[in-house]
Structure formats: C-alpha cells, structure tokens
C-alpha cells in the first residue's frame, strides 16, 4: 500500500534510509518531482542554496518547490552563524522537512566565501552556526560532510568534530566517506580521486552510536545500499541516482519494506508528463523538465534513441 509522508514527517528510525544527494544544477525541483513518482520514502536533498543568496539577494524565490516533494531537505551553504539561522526560520515557514548544512563543497569559490569543506577546520564557527540553527527552527538541522580535507587526520580531529556538531545539536550527519583535498584537485576530482574509506564512517557509527549516520559516496546499487544499511542509518546516492534513476523505483518495496509495486518506466513519464506539461505552461523550457529524465531507460535496449528523442523534443506533449 502506498504510504503518504508529510513535510512534517518525525525524524524517525528510517527517515534517511534512502536520500538522493544535493547536486548543483541537477538535483533542481522538476528533478526532485520526478524522483518523488518513483520513490514516496526517499529523503530527497536541494542544490546548495547559498546563504547570502537568500538574505543579501533577498531572494526567497531559491526556496521554492512542490510539496509533492516532501520530505525534502534545504541545504543551505554559509557560515555566519545569524544569517543561517534566519535561512532556517524561512526553510521551516516554506515547509521544508530538515535544514542541511554543507560542509562538503570542495570548490575554490565556496572556499572564497568561506562555504562547504574548508570549514572542517573551524569547529568552534561550526559549533555555533549549528546551534543558532537548531535554536531557531524546530526541523532537524542536520550537516553533509567529508572524512577530512588536506592533511587533517581522520582520527581523533574528525571523531572531534562530529562530537562538537553533536553536542550543539546536530544528530543526523551525513558523510562522504573521501576526503576533499582543497589544494590540487578540482571539484570532480574530489569527488572521484580521493579513495574511499567506508569503515571510517562504519566506525563512527560504533562511536557515536546515538547519531543518526548516513553514508555517502560511490554506491551503485541496492545491494550495496543493504550492505552499507548493517553499518549505518542512512545511505546517500548522487551520481548514480541522477544517471539511472529507475534504481528509485526499488527502494520502498526492497529498503522500506513497503508492498508497493514499482512504478513501470512507462507510467513514471505519464505522471512526469502531467507535471512538465503544466510548468511550461507557466513558462519553463521544455529542455529543464526533460533534461532529466535521459537516464531512465539506461541499460535498456533502445536507450539511445529514448535519448535521442527527448533531445529533440520541442512540445512536452510529444512525451
Ligand atoms: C554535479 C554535482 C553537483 C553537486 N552539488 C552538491 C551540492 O550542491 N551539495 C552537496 O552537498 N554535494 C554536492 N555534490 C556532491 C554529492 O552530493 C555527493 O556527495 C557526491 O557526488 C558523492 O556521491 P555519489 O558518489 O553517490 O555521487 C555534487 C555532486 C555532483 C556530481
């Protein structure tokens, strides 16, 4: 039976079993809507949204979405404590279900403004970003972060980091198990170069036992998704999510144990067909609701010519 989940849903056991990773310009909310058809329980991410966007820009339009997306996360980017806490009040009054802080981007720019990894080294800012969120809002504040970045060592510095986002009230961290390395590799290559040590995240588990511990980084597929499951709370997939997303349609029914039937690809267009035909009527290009649903036939005979057609689509009707 299909279960309805409201942006309100209590940040219970489960609530991040399965999320979908915020990726800048991918994971926008068409991409969202259409992730939501094939999974009802997947905790479902926005880009980062920086902070001084939303404030100095005033600029609340970056806020919006469909509340078919619930439960869906705003992660924000941004370290001035007072700021952050106001992009809370406005994420809880939007009717966001959790706010996220990004401690994970590697870029030269976010660390410019003083956004994303480069803030692993400054615990204490950290510490108090977190707390004026969490005192602010009554939606879980959680953080999405690396192992490490440069030469921080993995040990005893991350173990001290995690305790202090704890201890300032942030109970759900998620973790791209690789390190950034700020100096020398670029944004792709931090998401690629820097090996992957899963049993570091396993072990923070075993440390923290009562923090909500979700994985993220290189899984592909729902069997690995279970594996990981024995050792964490949570697992996290991005690339792979967005590239083949027919994988969403398996995991009420395998992860959540729900009895839904997947959805058939054929049915997933029908339902995103509606959507994509009433947002170009309100104005969106037909390529920024389509663009995203290049992937589901991947694996299948006549993938490229799906791909092929979409592309040249002018009138999402022809869907
Ligand atoms: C195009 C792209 C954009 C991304 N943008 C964000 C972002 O806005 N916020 C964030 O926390 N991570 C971002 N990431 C990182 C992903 O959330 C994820 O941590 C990373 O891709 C590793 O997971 P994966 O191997 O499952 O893809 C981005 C990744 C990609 C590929």
Known sequence: MEEKVSSKQNISKKSHYFCVAPMMAKTDRHARFFHRILT??????????????????????LLEHNQE?????????????????????MGEEKGYTEINLNIGCPSPKASNGRIGACLMKEPKLIGKCINLMKSSTKLTISIKTRIGIDDMDIGRPLDDFIETVSDNGCKTVIIHARKALLKGLNPKENRNIPPLNYSRVYDLKNKFPN???????????????????????????????????????????????????????????????????????????????TRHIMGLYHGCKGAKTWRKKLAKIKDVKQL
């Not at 997306?69 to 009040?89: C, H, N, R, T, V």
């Open 40 to 61: 009802k329980r997947a905790m479902l991410y926005t880009e980062m949204i920086p902070i001084y966007g939303i404030i100095k820009g005033k600029n609340d339009k």
């Open 211 to 289: 923090l909500n511990i979700v994985i993220n980084g290189g899984i592909k597929s729902i069997d690995e998704c279970k594996y990981h499951l024995k050792y964490t709370d949570g697992v996290m997939l991005g690339r792979y999510a967005y590239d083949q997303p027919y994988i969403l349609s398996n995991v009420d029914n395998e992860l959540f144990e729900l009895d839904n039937k997947p959805i058939s690809r054929i049915d997933a267009v029908k339902e995103y067909k509606k959507y994509c035909i009433n947002e170009v009527k309100k104005g969106t290009s037909t390529n920024l609701v």
């Open 69 to 89: 997306e619930y439960p869906l996360a705003l992660q924000l980017g941004g370290s001035d404590p007072e700021m952050l806490a106001e992009g809370s009040i």
